[in-house]
């Protein structure tokens, strides 16, 4: 299996600032243990904690599950993190119609947001396959 480095310890860092809420979690694929974490604050705090020492793994893990390509998995989470009910990281994706729909109902009214935090690097996966 060829190594290709999709995604970023450094991103992973600092979403993991918020991982309490599961960003680092999302953001590496795991979203089951994401949403436990959304909803217990990271297990109390301490499954939090452990995942300062786990973010290399999840990063390789990452890494060879996901396909590189012309979309940046980085870029398109920080979009989302930070800007996903106005709908940036659709936009950004070439998803036009869905960013302007986000933009206009705050990220289909959140629910939207919370699925792309569920699939976003499987959309990218996908579409970086198709080039």
């Given at each position: 299996?060829?190594?290709?480095?999709?995604?970023?310890?450094?991103?992973?860092?600092?979403?993991?600032?918020?991982?309490?809420l599961?960003?680092h979690?999302?953001?590496?694929?795991?979203?089951?243990?994401?949403?436990?974490?959304?909803?217990?604050?990271?297990?109390?705090?301490?499954?939090?904690?452990?995942?300062?020492?786990?973010?290399?793994?999840?990063?390789?893990?990452?890494?060879?599950?996901?396909?590189?390509?012309?979309?940046?998995?980085?870029?398109?989470?920080?979009?989302?993190?930070?800007?996903?009910?106005?709908?940036?990281?659709?936009?950004?994706?070439?998803?036009?119609?869905?960013?302007?729909?986000?933009?206009f109902?705050?990220?289909?009214?959140?629910?939207g947001?919370?699925?792309?935090?569920?699939?976003?690097?499987?959309?990218?996966?996908?579409?970086?396959?198709?080039?």
């Open positions: 299996m060829r190594y290709h480095d999709t995604h970023s310890k450094a991103v992973g860092y600092l979403l993991w600032i918020f991982g309490f599961g960003s979690r999302f953001y590496y694929g795991k979203p089951i243990t994401g949403t436990i974490w959304f909803f217990t604050l990271g297990l109390l705090f301490v499954g939090w904690i452990i995942d300062l020492f786990l973010i290399p793994s999840m990063d390789r893990e990452a890494d060879l599950r996901f396909n590189s390509g012309r979309l940046d998995y980085n870029i398109a989470w920080i979009l989302l993190t930070f800007l996903g009910v106005f709908g940036v990281h659709r936009m950004y994706q070439g998803k036009w119609i869905t960013g302007i729909i986000y933009l109902t705050g990220g289909l009214f959140f629910v947001v919370l699925y792309d935090f569920w699939t976003l690097n499987n959309q990218i996966s996908e579409q970086n396959i198709r080039g």
